[in-house]
């Protein structure tokens, strides 16, 4: 799983960061339930108080779709999916400004239905 960042330590340094604030001690411990939700939920929450720009609230959606999606048990999650539309927000900000923001509709969707 330490393959995910490749040589960029920005976002590496950004998504430990979160890891460290939301008491996850591992990438590997992301892939329980609780510990997801709290990091989606932080991240989420950064992002709507203007903590974290919608670039890098995409680009953490990524890393964590793909620590997702690489296990069995989450491939297939809500969460997951729902991570996947995070992680092209940014493409799609850029080429198809309609599309993104429904993108970004179905994560907050998600986010106010986790309480």
Not at 20 to 47: M, V
Request: proline residues 1%; glycine residues 4%; positive net charge.
């Amino acid at each position: 799983m330490k393959k995910i960042f490749g040589s960029d330590t920005i976002t590496k340094k950004l998504f430990f960061s979160y890891l460290r604030k939301t008491n996850i001690k591992s990438l590997k411990h992301l892939l329980d339930n609780q510990n997801c939700i709290s990091f989606f939920k932080t991240i989420t929450q950064d992002f709507l108080n203007e903590k974290l720009d919608t670039d890098d609230f995409s680009v953490l959606l990524e890393k964590l779709w793909i620590v997702l999606s690489k296990n069995k048990n989450t491939k297939d999650d809500k969460i997951t999916f729902t991570c996947l539309l995070g992680a092209e927000l940014e493409w799609y900000l850029r080429n198809d400004p309609v599309k993104a923001g429904e993108f970004l509709k179905q994560i907050l969707d998600f986010y106010n239905k986790l309480g």
